[in-house]
């Protein structure tokens, strides 16, 4: 949701968000989980402005009137681990609270709700990617909350 000043301007997903709803209209279902790469060190975002990044496309989806229904999957709390844990040292504890405000934006906001977290851990070795065990999981109960909205 921001421009990355290491990896490129390209990495902001707002920027082409429009055009991707645009061109897939009508949307019968947005699934948002993003939030992971908020957390890097060089941003020193807390959980309010991650989950305001989301609500920044609930919103902008809304208000185009392409998407019918909206879930919200908050990631699975990251690890300070392995290789990765320089780019998001301080990440476990300004992750603090991100599944409550990814909730509460949701809620405001018409979407749906899932706490990845809940069901899954990030993988040991990185702290951030998950492994093949967990995205088996985390498939399955995307696909049941899936079922749930559409009941």
Known sequence: MF????EGEYRNGFRSFRAILESHRP?????????????KQRFNLGPQDVALGVARLLIE???????DRM???????????????????GAEARAVGLS??????AGENGAAFLDAGA???VDEAD???LSS??????????????????A
């Open 3 to 6: 421009d990355d000043p290491v």
């Open 27 to 39: 949307i019968d279902l947005l699934i948002v989980m993003l939030g992971t790469n908020d957390l």
């Open 61 to 67: 989806a809304r208000k185009l009137e392409i998407v």
């Open 71 to 89: 879930l919200v999957i908050s990631p699975a709390p990251v690890r300070e681990r392995g290789d990765l844990a320089e780019i998001f040292r």
């Open 100 to 105: 409550d405000q990814m909730a509460r934006f």
């Open 119 to 121: 069901h899954i851990a």
């Open 127 to 129: 702290g951030v990617h």
């Open 133 to 150: 065990e967990s995205h088996a999981i985390l498939g399955r109960v995307v696909a049941g909350k899936v079922r749930d909205i559409f």
